[in-house]
């Protein structure tokens, strides 16, 4: 069982449509990260929520973290093909990082 | 260039011969850490380091070692590798361990025991 929850597991989509992952624990986590990853190459992050409620902006990008801490959202809005990856989301435990499974997005032109 | 280096990059090799991975990183960084990553299972860590000589076990530590001898290396050791350790391994990398910092991962080291 996984610590970190994400769904959906692949999402394809047309270009300009907005989209929604999830990432669902029942442990807290001092932090989360979310990462994206390409095809031959390791994950690279692209934020990190701290506190509760908290909302961070990347461009096209949108990141939530729960009030409780347990779980993060990723929102794109009119994705592009460029967003075309897979999308990690990892969460503060202890001295370790724990990663979800992934979600692997398509965005077709 | 700020980078940790992971090689071999691809490796093919037999059950029981010993292989290890090495890691590099030029940024000075304390905390190394070494993943392997599966499909539907994401990334799970195998080992940490939070300084030199400090070493700890993550969440998958059966069938391997690591060495922390000094701060830039940090090699993965696979004593008497099996077909179950068949895996894409990422090194990463961050100054220290907390949320204000950033880790970054080498390029990967896909592995196949045959």
């Known amino acids: 069982t996984q610590l970190l929850e994400q769904s959906p597991q692949f999402l394809s989509i047309q270009e300009g449509e907005n989209l929604t992952v999830y990432c669902n624990s029942s442990s807290v986590f001092s932090s989360l990260q979310w990462y994206r990853q390409e095809p031959g190459e390791g994950p690279v992050l692209l934020v990190t929520?701290?506190?509760?409620?908290e909302v961070k902006k990347l461009k096209r990008l949108t990141f939530q973290f729960g009030d409780a801490r347990k779980d993060s959202s990723l929102h794109i809005t009119a994705a592009q093909p460029g967003d075309t990856g897979l999308y990690l989301c990892?969460?503060?435990?202890?001295?370790?990082?724990?990663f979800g499974a992934g979600t692997i997005l398509r965005v077709k032109s | 260039e700020a980078q940790v280096t992971q090689n071999p990059r691809y490796l093919i090799t037999v059950t029981g011969k010993k292989l290890t991975v090495t890691c590099s990183q030029n940024?000075?960084?304390?905390?190394m850490s070494w993943y392997r990553q599966d499909p539907g299972l994401g990334l799970r860590q195998i080992y940490y380091?939070?300084?030199?000589?400090v070493t700890d076990k993550g969440d998958v530590p059966e069938g391997y070692k690591v060495s922390r001898k000094e701060k830039r290396n940090f090699p993965l050791i696979l004593e008497s590798p099996s077909p179950n350790q068949t895996s894409l391994y990422f090194c990463?990398?961050?100054?220290?361990w907390g949320a204000g910092n950033t880790i970054y991962f080498g390029e990967g080291s896909w592995l196949t025991v045959v």
């Open positions: 990892a969460g503060d435990y202890g001295n370790k990082l724990v």
């Open positions: 929520v701290v506190t509760g409620g």
């Open positions: 990463a990398s961050s100054l220290s």
């Open positions: 940024m000075n960084h304390e905390y």
């Open positions: 380091s939070m300084n030199v000589e």
